[in-house]
């Protein structure tokens, strides 16, 4: 079975432009998580989707949001980029709502210049 | 409330020796415990996880060691190999379906040889 895919897995972009970007989860998961990591602030949980909703969402402004589809594909928007959102960002996805093991993807690396 | 704290940052063992990285909670409502490893350029996969209920869980050669009342967890990698060099984070949630991790900041492992 393949793994969770994200695309793309590199990504360069300037202040002020916006980004989205794509999440595939294990064939047969409903659940999508997204994290954000820099050497910083290590890994921190953006929001969580279930059967196209939002369930949980993280300490992050409104310039980040998701969304995800019935084939349980997700995306993520990042508006009005600024430098400090340069990160690795990873998503991850588990069987469904009440499962807590998350397999993670590859990760897309955003450089914000 | 919701933080996870690792340590060390950083290690350093001789090949066939045992690593030993720590974790500890603040918040009693965790009731799941993985730990993830993380090589350069991939996403994290799961180890090990342990819940609450147990005080200790052993896969081949990573054991998690859980002390409830102090609130701290560990993982133990017996007979460490150069393979195993890696980023280690610990992590944690609660209620199920909340899906959710609180990571810890991570340990970068080295297994010299």
């Known amino acids: 079975k393949a793994g969770v895919t994200q695309t793309p897995r590199y990504l360069i972009k300037t202040r002020g432009q916006q980004v989205t970007l794509s999440c595939s989860p294990i064939?047969?998961?409903?659940?999508v998580s997204w994290y954000q990591q820099t050497p910083g602030q290590g890994l921190q949980f953006l929001f969580e989707?279930?059967?196209?909703?939002?369930?949980n969402k993280g300490n992050f402004p409104g310039r980040f949001s998701g969304r995800q589809f019935s084939n349980s594909r997700s995306e993520m928007n990042v508006s009005t980029l600024e430098l400090g959102d340069s990160a690795l960002y990873l998503c991850?996805?588990?069987?469904?709502?009440?499962?807590?093991?998350?397999?993670f993807g590859p990760g897309t690396r955003l450089l914000v210049l | 409330q919701q933080q996870v704290k690792q340590s060390p940052q950083s290690l350093i063992v001789q090949k066939g020796g045992i690593s030993i990285i720590n974790c500890a909670y603040e918040n009693t409502a965790f009731d799941y415990f993985p730990w993830y490893q993380q090589f350069p350029g991939k996403g994290p996969a799961l180890l090990i996880a342990?819940?609450?209920?147990?005080s200790e869980k052993k896969e081949g050669r990573f054991t998690i060691s859980f002390n409830k009342s102090a609130k701290q967890f560990s993982l133990h990698i017996m007979d460490s190999q150069p393979g195993d060099s890696a980023t280690y984070f610990c992590?944690?949630?609660?209620?199920?379906?909340?899906?959710?991790?609180?990571f810890g900041q991570g340990t970068r492992l080295t297994i010299n040889p």
């Open positions: 342990i819940r609450p209920d147990v």
């Open positions: 064939s047969g998961h409903r659940s």
């Open positions: 989707y279930f059967s196209e909703t939002q369930r």
């Open positions: 992590a944690a949630s609660r209620d199920q379906g909340a899906q959710k991790l609180v």
């Open positions: 991850a996805s588990s069987l469904n709502a009440d499962q807590e093991t998350q397999y």
